[in-house]
């Protein structure tokens, strides 16, 4: 390495031809860092337009663009009492995303998120229980008017995050609540995604724009290079609702093949990638591996055979991006709610000669607050000399309902956990770290308790934390059973 003192007598200009001739870049020469790039992930965001059930009517008869007009106007007398009675109709678990708490969420996104140069909305644009309330709201709706409805809701959610971040490149996944038809249930090749594929890729590069336009009416999926100053570094994008294990087509029909061809496409995508020494970022909506919290009410039928709650049909997705370790950087999910992690680690077999490191998993939280969380965004760091998520934090507020809220940071990854970044490297050393503190005692578990979910859930997590660590990176069913079923003992 160069002495300060011998840098101080050599030109600058002579420091960059030799740097030039090397192949090597001025700033890893004198040791300085490239600027991060940040960029603002939220997901789970659950519009609901039927908060105000007077004005469904009138925003089912409009085009997006009157929609935010309408749904501004002042709240009708009897709001809060048709509003009740429509959740009640639709056995509601708790309240999505009212116009007021989107309106304050995308100030705080503008607020929070100067300099952006990208976004990441990992699916779930509309509210759940949606075709029931549609159905109560609209009573008498023509053939065509429900999907209509829906394309058009979550073209005014992405209407609207574009309007208060102008300029920033977006890039959208569809969730399980994203269809024209019902909750995870969609037909490829449809007039659905090619409608939101048109507006979700509008603003994607030139060169990207039409095939992923074309791809995205296929099966929801698209591929896009992620923005300069990062180079050679792709985002893969997946509807991979195909690969959910409730999966249905708009008639009720069980079919794995949408989902095969969406693992073939990836494979290839990932192939062509490594071929390039290109890094991946992969996002979709469902994540793989198991659902802990549904598997830990069965915990004993698991421990006797039984299988444990997946979120996929099968580990296909899990085992594809583990066994790209070297392209994938970092994959983003979100659908339970929550702030977790997860770390894809490759089977034995996979692993080859030189073993492949694990792909670091990030679940984003929600804006939805219907868990009884309140809604939190992140706002990323990524060091462009690498492609990796160098820090995060995590925008919180300060209750759910968006009215006289104020939003504020709840927690920075690199200083909670002591980590350099979010890669794989750290969330090894987290997972083992979480792995063998079985009573969660020390500073990063206490961390990881107080943050995964936005207000006070420490206690209820902290009961079965060895059976949760254990969905971290166990993410087959017969690696969760050995696990979870020896963690408690």
């Given at each position: 390495m160069v002495g300060n003192w011998m840098m101080k007598a050599i030109p600058a200009a002579a420091v960059l031809a030799c740097c030039f001739v090397l192949g090597v870049p001025a700033e890893a020469q004198t040791g300085s860092r490239p600027t991060p790039v940040k960029a603002l992930m939220t997901s789970d965001i659950h519009f609901d337009p039927f908060w105000d059930p007077?004005?469904?009517?009138?925003?089912?008869?409009?085009?997006?663009?009157?929609?935010?007009?309408?749904?501004?106007?002042?709240?009708?007398?009897?709001?809060?009492q048709r509003f009740a009675a429509l959740q009640t109709q639709c056995r509601t678990r708790g309240?999505?995303?009212?116009?007021?708490?989107?309106?304050?969420?995308?100030?705080?996104?503008?607020?929070?998120?100067?300099?952006?140069?990208?976004?990441?909305?990992?699916?779930?644009?509309?509210?759940?229980?949606?075709?029931?309330?549609?159905?109560?709201?609209?009573?008498?709706?023509?053939?065509?008017?429900?999907?209509?409805?829906?394309?058009?809701?979550?073209?005014?959610?992405?209407?609207?995050?574009?309007?208060?971040?102008?300029?920033?490149?977006?890039?959208?996944?569809?969730?399980?609540?994203?269809?024209?038809?019902?909750?995870y249930e969609l037909n490829v090749g449809g007039q659905f995604l090619g409608d939101t594929g048109a507006f979700m890729t509008a603003d994607l590069p030139e060169a990207d724009r039409s095939t992923a336009a074309s791809i995205f009416?296929?099966?929801?999926?698209?591929?896009?290079?992620l923005p300069a100053p990062i180079h050679r570094a792709r985002l893969l994008v997946l509807d991979d609702l195909f690969e959910s294990v409730?999966?249905?087509?708009?008639?009720?029909?069980?079919?794995?093949?949408?989902?095969e061809a969406?693992?073939?496409?990836?494979?290839?995508?990932?192939?062509?990638?490594?071929?390039?020494?290109?890094?991946?970022?992969?996002?979709?909506?469902?994540?793989?591996?198991?659902?802990?919290?549904?598997?830990?009410?069965?915990?004993?039928?698991?421990?006797a055979g039984s299988s444990p709650t997946m979120f996929l049909s099968s580990d296909a997705l899990g085992a594809t991006l583990a066994a790209y370790g070297d392209v994938v950087e970092l994959a983003i999910f979100a659908h339970t709610h929550m702030d977790e992690l997860r770390l894809l680690t490759p089977s034995a077999d996979a692993a080859g000669v030189k073993p492949l490191p694990p792909v670091a998993l990030k679940m984003v939280p929600s804006i939805?607050?219907?868990?009884?969380?309140?809604?939190?965004?992140?706002?990323?760091?990524?060091?462009?000399?690498?492609?990796?998520?160098?820090?995060y934090k995590v925008i919180a507020a300060s209750n759910q309902t968006g009215i006289g809220t104020s939003w504020t940071e709840?927690?920075?990854?690199?200083?909670?956990?002591?980590?350099?970044?979010?890669?794989?490297?750290?969330?090894?050393?987290?997972?083992?770290?979480?792995?063998?503190?079985?009573?969660?005692q020390t500073a990063a578990s206490a961390e990881y308790l107080k943050n995964y979910f936005v207000r006070d859930a420490s206690l209820g997590l902290k009961t079965f934390w060895p059976q949760y660590v254990c969905a971290l990176e166990n993410r087959t069913a017969d690696q969760y059973r050995a696990c979870a079923c020896t963690a408690g003992k």
């Open positions: 007077a004005k469904v009517a009138n925003l089912n008869a409009a085009p997006v663009a009157d929609w935010e007009a309408i749904l501004a106007a002042p709240d009708s007398a009897d709001r809060a309240e999505d995303t009212s116009f007021p708490l989107l309106r304050s969420s995308l100030a705080a996104m503008k607020a929070q998120a100067a300099g952006v140069k990208f976004v990441t909305v990992s699916g779930d644009l509309i509210a759940h229980a949606f075709d029931c309330k549609f159905e109560a709201a609209v009573p008498g709706a023509k053939p065509g008017d429900y999907a209509s409805f829906v394309t058009r809701t979550i073209a005014f959610v992405d209407a609207q995050l574009r309007q208060a971040l102008p300029g920033v490149e977006m890039f959208e996944a569809l969730g399980n609540n994203d269809s024209d038809c019902g909750d009416q296929s099966e929801g999926d698209y591929s896009v290079p409730r999966y249905k087509t708009c008639s009720g029909k069980t079919d794995p093949a949408p989902g969406q693992i073939a496409w990836l494979r290839g995508q990932l192939e062509t990638a490594r071929s390039r020494h290109e890094k991946v970022w992969v996002m979709g909506h469902i994540p793989p591996g198991v659902d802990p919290y549904s598997t830990i009410r069965n915990l004993a039928k698991v421990c939805s607050p219907v868990d009884g969380n309140n809604p939190s965004f992140m706002v990323a760091e990524i060091d462009p000399s690498t492609d990796a998520l160098k820090d709840e927690y920075d990854f690199s200083k909670a956990y002591g980590q350099p970044a979010f890669d794989a490297r750290s969330l090894s050393a987290l997972v083992n770290g979480f792995s063998v503190d079985r009573g969660a």
